[in-house]
């Protein structure tokens, strides 16, 4: 779990080992390092030491070639003022500024060398030559001493304030009080109580990131669950600029048959340092023996409940996938650039959309199964378009185009803004199972169209305040990673950077089910030196929360 612990029995630095490994495993890779000039290639990594390769590149050589680019500028909080005498904002100033600021107490104090194993990798390897700190957990992962106890946070006051970020939710086929949740950094979690109270399932687990989540249509008697581990949408530092996408990499598919008690490996497994990620996890709706996953290896396939693994496509990495309604010999997937659909169960496949984008989702409904939508980010995290097949994925045709006053990905509830946002990072979209015409996409904001993608309206916003919330939306918290469909009732659920909500009502109104999740991504705490018990947290799109006198409450909102 994303969680503050509190231990008096360890030294300095094995606290700080547990704290980094509790919070957040962190997986520190030198590859966000090349993410991070990807993303933000700018001329000050021209004065990048020339004589070092990239990968020994410190945070003082970046902090350095930051300095001497901006030096003559004199930029003061971000701004400078051209030869015009204009004020310009300073490109990536902030951005550059928060990530050095997450790095400088987390590399080496002599040397500012990045690490180079994980937060867990290295708890591993003091618990191996400190034996009688407890036993080890399942698949090498550690088990956690006695004396830790969860401080949270565990509640929030809905909308804006939030308590941590979901990729997925998955239900129960037979009992709608009960559901599950993925969380990228807190694990997987259990309600039976339609989301008054949660229970972790994965707390042992050696990485805790949950992608998606498949369960069985025999669930009731297999008591069998998978989980696709990572995290699909970015790393938990995504936030803070830099790239850092591979702070919670795949370990594979995980499987239980005990309801999520213990937890066993598949054939389709990685190591933290392969660098995988797993977008979706497919169940066959007529045969709980044969999943599908998606992710960075394309797709793959297994017919003995996650034994062995056959490649169905990799030709490129493929971020979504569904079957079509009524018939799973159809199959469709997006990557970054397609539509593919297969119309043979994945033996063979044909491009019917291209584009270029961030990413791309689709979306089915069993009230018309020839019907596909698709949502289409642009490489700046805009609106691309929205595109429609009314011929089962022969063709698609764009049916909203996305502009600076037609962006349904960014800020803004009436979708102005420019056509820029967040679709790389927050992007779905759903059908409603009795009406096709009915249809949801989930970007920074959650918009409603009843007439098969011509026009949209929101339907949710991540604030109140009029500036963005133009049509008084209800507000629920912002960044929307998944909206599901619960067959047995239609009623949409949204997992987003906040929690859980959702909506019986076709979006008049959300429900905050979040309970008591403790699933928050903390970047930085701080204790006090004076009041026992008050802690400070800073969490990802969640605010800074202050602990004291047993409670929580919101200090300051946003990262």
């Not at 020339?50 to 990968?55: D, F, I, L, M």
């Not at 239900?171 to 109580?193: I, M």
């Not at 800020?411 to 059908?431: H, K, P």
Request: aromatic content about 10%; proline content about 3%.
């Amino acid at each position: 779990m994303a969680l503050m612990y509190i231990s008096a029995c360890l030294s300095d630095i094995v606290l700080l080992q547990k704290l980094s490994l509790m919070i957040r495993k962190l997986t520190f890779t030198v590859i966000g390092l090349f993410l991070f000039s990807i993303s933000f290639s700018q001329a000050f990594l021209e004065n990048m030491p020339k004589e070092k390769n990239p990968q020994d590149y410190t945070l003082n050589d970046y902090r350095q070639a930051f300095d001497t680019y901006w030096d003559s500028y004199n930029v003061v909080n971000g701004y400078y003022t051209d030869r015009e005498g204009n004020q310009q904002k300073a490109a990536y100033w902030k951005v550059f500024n928060r990530w050095f600021h997450y790095w400088e107490s987390r590399v080496d104090a002599t040397t500012s060398e990045f690490p180079r194993t994980t937060a867990s990798e290295q708890y591993n390897i003091w618990e191996k030559t400190n034996p009688q700190s407890g036993a080890q957990g399942i698949m090498g992962g550690p088990m956690y001493a006695s004396s830790w106890s969860s401080l949270g946070p565990d509640n929030n006051t809905s909308g804006y304030s939030g308590t941590g970020r979901l990729n997925c939710v998955a239900f129960h086929p037979s009992d709608n009080n009960t559901y599950w949740v993925g969380a990228p950094s807190g694990g997987l979690w259990v309600t039976s109580n339609a989301g008054t109270n949660w229970t972790a399932l994965t707390d042992d687990n050696s990485v805790l990131g949950v992608s998606d989540i498949g369960i069985p249509s025999d669930y009731a008697t297999s008591s069998t669950i998978y989980i696709a581990t990572g995290d699909r949408d970015g790393g938990s530092m995504w936030s803070l600029g830099g790239g850092q996408i591979n702070d919670n990499n795949s370990i594979g598919v995980l499987k239980s048959t005990d309801g999520g008690s213990t937890w066993s490996t598949t054939g389709l497994t990685y190591a933290v340092s392969d660098k995988k990620i797993l977008s979706r996890l497919l169940i066959h709706p007529s045969s709980n023996s044969t999943i599908l996953v998606s992710g960075t290896a394309g797709i793959l396939k297994s017919t003995d409940g996650g034994s062995n693994w056959s490649s169905l496509y990799s030709s490129s990495k493929v971020m979504d996938l569904c079957f079509k309604p009524g018939d799973p010999t159809t199959i469709y997937a997006t990557t970054t650039t397609s539509i593919i659909v297969s119309t043979n169960s994945g033996s063979s496949w044909t491009i019917a959309a291209t584009f270029t984008s961030k990413m791309a989702n689709i979306a089915v409904s069993a009230a018309n199964s020839a019907y596909v939508y698709a949502v289409v980010a642009n490489t700046s995290g805009g609106l691309e378009g929205v595109y429609k097949s009314t011929n089962s994925g022969s063709s698609f045709s764009s049916v909203y185009a996305g502009s600076s006053t037609t962006n349904l990905l960014g800020y803004y509830s009436d979708q102005s803004g420019g056509t820029s946002g967040q679709g790389g990072y927050d992007l779905d979209i759903a059908v409603s199972p009795t009406n096709a015409n009915e249809v949801y996409i989930a970007g920074v904001n959650t918009h409603k169209s009843t007439n098969g993608g011509t026009s949209w309206t929101a339907v949710n916003c991540w604030t109140p305040s009029s500036t963005y919330n133009k049509n008084s939306a209800p507000v629920v918290h912002a960044d929307h990673h998944m909206l599901r469909y619960r067959s047995s009732d239609n009623t949409l659920f949204e997992a987003n950077d906040g929690g859980l909500y959702s909506t019986s009502n076709n979006g008049t109104s959300w429900s905050d089910l979040t309970g008591d999740l403790v699933i928050s991504q903390l970047y930085r705490l701080s204790v006090s030196q004076t009041v026992s018990g008050e802690v400070l947290a800073g969490l990802q799109d969640n605010g800074t929360k202050l602990h004291s006198s047993s409670s929580w409450s919101d200090v300051k909102g946003g990262d």
